[in-house]
T-cell receptor, first 117, second 114 residues
């Protein structure tokens, strides 16, 4: 099983619909992130969570909300989807507790390709 | 806030050609630097990372990168590319005193022709 699992892998939805993307992890990491990937723009941070009670807005949070149901689960919701939210969405986790305190990398899920029509 | 620039958006090479992908960042403090690779249809995987010490770091699959602090650069290199290196490459920076958040560059799409 993958360390970071995203569901669904692909989704087509209509403008105005509410949609939830789910992410679960078996890494035991406290930190979880949601990014969206657009051609030429790289990955941009939507929301991040350092633990179950700590949720923070990222660079492009407008139009999105999140829920950290448990250490292992971090869901991203689009309350009313619009076409410019068509993108590839990635969930990631990290563990900053490695030696040095700041030595860590991210573990990414396989992504959810969302199309809003 | 830190930012990351990757100047080459698309690169096309023939097999056995040498590769250098540019990455520049803007941040005056201590940084950690990463290169990630995304093969078609897959998620991002870590290629290599720099935290301290020798500025020339070696990663998987024959890739290496050199941190030049004076130029705020962390360019990725490979002496001889293979068709299987076709992928998108992302440079990322984590500022030590910015909550350990990663900021990604816009990515470089590499196509290697057989």
């Amino acid at each position: 099983d993958a360390d970071v699992t995203q569901t669904p892998r692909n989704r087509i939805t209509k403008t105005g619909k509410r949609i939830m993307l789910e992410c679960s992890q078996t890494k035991g990491h406290d930190r979880m992130y949601w990014y969206r990937q657009d051609p030429g723009l790289g990955l941009r941070l939507i929301y991040y969570s350092f633990d179950v009670k700590d949720i923070n807005k990222g660079e492009i949070s407008d139009g999105y909300s999140v829920s950290r149901q448990a250490q292992a689960k971090f869901s991203l919701s689009l309350e009313s989807a619009i076409p410019n939210q068509t993108a590839l969405y990635f969930c990631a986790t990290s563990d900053p507790t490695a030696a040095g305190g700041h030595l860590y990398g991210y573990t990414f899920g396989s992504g959810t390709r969302l199309t809003v029509v | 806030a830190q930012s990351v620039s990757q100047h080459n958006h698309h690169v096309i090479l023939s097999e056995a050609a040498s590769l250098e992908l540019g990455c520049n960042y803007s941040y005056g403090g201590t940084v950690n630097l990463f290169w990630y690779v995304q093969y078609p249809g897959q998620h991002l995987q870590l290629l290599l990372k720099y935290f301290s010490g020798d500025p020339l770091v070696k990663g998987i699959k024959g890739f290496e990168a050199e941190f030049i602090k004076s130029k705020f650069s962390f360019n990725l290199r490979k002496p001889s590319v293979q068709w299987s290196d076709t992928a998108e490459y992302f440079c990322a920076v984590n500022a030590y005193d910015a909550g350990n958040m990663l900021t990604f560059g816009g990515g470089t799409r590499l196509m290697v022709k057989p």
